[in-house]
């Protein structure tokens, strides 16, 4: 009787761990412009799906390469979930290589010349961003002017002025700046 015990205790777990939803992987590490976006938020998987306009016709990843008011040309990706939260991320320069999230920007729009940011909004519109004390980096792979491909890895911790924080890691993308701007 000891052993049918076990046996079905045994059965019974590996169905419950087989039945588990594990959610979404996070999308490959390419750099071919495949248009994907992917990171882990506080430790889950975030893929965004959404818009993030009034209007409903922005794409669930929108940006790539621009340029600001003195015509650098910069890297500014915006991706949104139809949970309503978003994650942003802003470079001054388009150069391969790392580029560190680590000084004070207040502003999120690129026209007015801000630090390297990553940014986040959580679903009740709290938004968070890196700064001298919540750091983070974005490692530009590829970025190919010509055929529009900007690829890259980054990670970051944002806070706010409540106090709270948000932890970035795992994020990988591969956009083509060609075909994600409207």
């Not at 990171?39 to 306009?53: A, L, M, Q, S």
């Not at 150069?95 to 007015?112: M, P, Y």
């Not at 709290?126 to 890259?152: E, H, L, W």
């Amino acid at each position: 009787m000891k052993n049918a015990n076990l046996y079905l205790s045994t059965l019974v777990t590996v169905l419950l761990l087989w039945s588990c939803d594990k959610g979404p992987d996070l999308t490959p590490t390419t750099q071919e412009g495949k248009n994907t976006f992917s990171c882990k938020v506080n430790g889950k998987v975030w893929i965004p799906d959404g818009t993030g306009d009034w209007f409903g016709v922005a794409r669930a990843i929108n940006g790539g390469f621009t340029t600001n008011n003195a015509n650098d040309r910069t890297i500014y990706l915006r991706t949104y979930k139809q949970d309503k939260t978003e994650l942003h991320i802003f470079l001054k320069t388009i150069a391969v290589g790392i580029h560190e999230l680590n000084q004070k920007t207040n502003l999120r729009d690129r026209n007015f010349f801000p630090e390297n940011y990553g940014w986040y909004q959580g679903a009740e519109g709290i938004g968070f961003m890196t700064n001298p004390n919540q750091r983070g980096r974005v490692v530009i792979t590829k970025a190919d002017t010509i055929s529009g491909v900007i690829s890259g890895t980054f990670e970051f911790e944002g806070g706010n002025s409540l106090g709270q924080r948000v932890k970035i890691t795992d994020g990988r993308f591969d956009v083509n700046s060609r075909t994600v701007n409207l």
